[in-house]
């Protein structure tokens, strides 16, 4: 059973617009959510992350807003630039533990 | 600086050989955990260690195993390798009171 959930596979989105990249998590517990990219042949690298006694985090063009009673979190990209395209994981961490079940993925691809 | 390494970063094996894969950080963090990246499943966990000692089962250990005999090395051995297990394994690693997993570059293993 999947318990963080990225529904889309793949995004495009023109460079300079927005992107929005979503997941879902079933698991009331979690309180503490991860983002990171990846590029092919590398690790992936952390982006932002969020705690579940906020709704909202701020880095750079990368914002986090994170909806508890939807169990939802997004990632906002602002503006979207070619370097961005990636795939993109969340990721969601239990309260008392520090292992992370992460999502399937979503491939970004941002158009020049 | 500091870093975490894998080794190998390719690796072609038959069924049914003992496989082990490296994993050295030298952060001194205490937690370190090994995942598998497959297509559609993104990143799943195979197994975690809080510290020295101390291993964990992670969403999908069978068929392999771990040590922590010090802080700076977990390795992942796989007792017989199959068909099955030909992934790419990224080790990463976390410090206790912090949130975000450093991930090491990964290693490409093909089971024949």
Known sequence: DQQVKQNSPSLSVQEGRISILNCDYTNSMFDYFLWYKKYPAEGPTFLISISSIKDKNEDGRFTV??????KH???????SQPGDSAVYFCAA????TYKYIFGTGTRLKVLA | DAEITQSPRHKITETGRQVTLACHQTWNHNNMFWYRQDLGHGL???HYSYGVQDTNKGEVSDGYSVSRSNTEDLPLTLESAASSQTSVYFCASSESYAGELFFGEGSRLTVL
């Open chain 1, 73 to 79: 979190l997004s990632l906002h990209i602002v503006p």
């Open chain 1, 65 to 70: 807003f994170l909806n508890k009673s939807a």
């Open chain 1, 93 to 96: 961490r239990g309260s008392g």
């Open chain 2, 44 to 46: 799943r966990l195979i």
